[in-house]
């Protein structure tokens, strides 16, 4: 057997030894685990922690639960590492990648060609942003073009969100109509508050995300326009640029929409309609047709 061949074997052999259990790890996505993570075993994931569906902590427990979490879990076993999560606030997501912080950014990161010059993205979910609005309001708004003079509510750092906020409120200046005011806020339940204490109009952040609200407290929000999404975007998973950690995660993520368990996970979630038709390495919505 040649010398390459012969590590190689031998690392996979290592793997499978500190496997989580029942493990079923892919060999060909394994290999291209950096060494460095490989002998810690152990996959340290950036989150926010505070976006359902996604990646967020139930009430009363400590644990991260979601349907990236599951994901992420199960891409572990497949690579025979375990998942680590730690907590960041979404702005804070890249910066602490690229610091060395965390090897994974996660929590709702939409992937565009802007932060591709910074890192790589795995991309996971078709989203888009949305508006969540009072269910009082939901006649009269129900589009971004509806808030003209009004104000809305989102993350720090959404900058797919905020680019259709300004790109509206410039239509509305132009129509003779004053500007709508964005409030950026740094955790989802700080942003839905402005909402709640009726300090905005409208709540802007990921589709999903919005109808687990709605879901929750029944009658009391609304979806604008029931499903209007301002604009389509990639959620992903994000990693140092050139890092072959990403080709790792792409091939172990890819082999579980070849078997099925991808999907079971998104319908676990409710998410099945988010679902992409293949695990793709930066190729956000601007680049699909």
Same mark, same amino acid.
């Given at each position: 057997?040649?010398?390459?061949?012969?590590?190689?074997?031998?690392?996979?052999?290592?793997?499978?030894?500190?496997?989580?259990?029942?493990?079923?790890?892919?060999?060909?996505?394994?290999?291209?685990?950096?060494?460095?993570?490989?002998?810690?075993?152990?996959?340290?994931?950036?989150?926010?922690?505070?976006?359902?569906?996604?990646?967020?902590?139930?009430?009363?427990?400590?644990?991260?639960?979601?349907?990236? &979490? #599951?994901?992420?879990?199960?891409?572990?076993?497949? @690579?025979?590492?375990?998942?680590?999560? !730690?907590? +960041?606030? =979404? %702005?804070?997501?890249?910066?602490?990648?690229?610091?060395?912080?965390?090897?994974?950014?996660?929590?709702?990161?939409?992937?565009?060609?802007?932060?591709?010059?910074?890192?790589?993205?795995?991309?996971?979910?078709?989203?888009?942003?949305?508006?969540?609005?009072?269910?009082?309001?939901?006649?009269?708004?129900?589009?971004?073009?509806?808030?003209?003079?009004?104000?809305?509510?989102?993350?720090?750092?959404?900058?797919?969100?905020?680019?259709?906020?300004?790109?509206?409120?410039?239509?509305?200046?132009?129509?003779?109509?004053?500007?709508?005011?964005?409030?950026?806020?740094?955790?989802?339940?700080?942003?839905?508050?402005?909402?709640?204490?009726?300090? &905005? #109009?409208?709540?802007?952040?990921?589709?999903?995300? @919005?109808?687990?609200?709605?879901?929750? !407290?029944? +009658?009391? =929000? %609304?979806?604008?326009?029931?499903?209007?999404?301002?604009?389509?975007?990639?959620?992903?998973?994000?990693?140092?640029?050139?890092?072959?950690?990403?080709?790792?995660?792409?091939?172990?993520?890819?082999?579980?929409?070849?078997?099925?368990?991808?999907?079971?996970?998104?319908?676990?979630?409710?998410?099945?309609?988010?679902?992409?038709?293949?695990?793709?390495?930066?190729?956000?919505?601007?680049?699909?047709?």
């Amino acid at each position: 057997m040649p010398a390459s061949i012969a590590a190689v074997a031998a690392c996979l052999f290592s793997m499978s030894l500190h496997a989580p259990a029942h493990a079923q790890i892919v060999g060909e996505a394994a290999a291209l685990v950096p060494k460095p993570v490989r002998d810690a075993g152990t996959l340290r994931v950036g989150s926010q922690q505070t976006f359902p569906p996604v990646e967020f902590r139930q009430d009363g427990k400590a644990e991260t639960t979601g349907v990236s &979490v #599951d994901l992420l879990n199960e891409a572990g076993k497949r @690579l025979g590492l375990t998942i680590t999560f !730690v907590h +960041g606030e =979404y %702005a804070a997501l890249i910066p602490g990648l690229e610091a060395g912080r965390f090897d994974v950014a996660s929590g709702g990161i939409s992937d565009t060609e802007e932060r591709e010059q910074k890192v790589d993205f795995v991309n996971y979910l078709m989203s888009g942003g949305s508006i969540l609005v009072r269910a009082v309001d939901a006649d009269k708004l129900r589009s971004l073009a509806d808030f003209c003079g009004k104000s809305v509510a989102t993350l720090l750092g959404s900058r797919v969100i905020m680019a259709a906020v300004e790109k509206a409120s410039e239509t509305c200046i132009a129509g003779g109509k004053p500007p709508i005011a964005a409030n950026q806020l740094p955790a989802a339940p700080d942003a839905r508050m402005q909402l709640d204490l009726g300090r &905005v #109009d409208g709540y802007l952040g990921d589709f999903p995300a @919005l109808v687990y609200m709605k879901a929750q !407290v029944p +009658g009391k =929000y %609304a979806i604008a326009g029931g499903n209007h999404i301002l604009t389509p975007y990639i959620t992903s998973w994000g990693f140092q640029k050139n890092s072959p950690l990403k080709d790792a995660m792409q091939k172990a993520a890819q082999s579980m929409l070849a078997d099925g368990t991808y999907r079971t996970i998104l319908s676990k979630w409710e998410m099945e309609g988010a679902a992409l038709p293949e695990i793709t390495v930066n190729l956000p919505a601007s680049k699909r047709k």
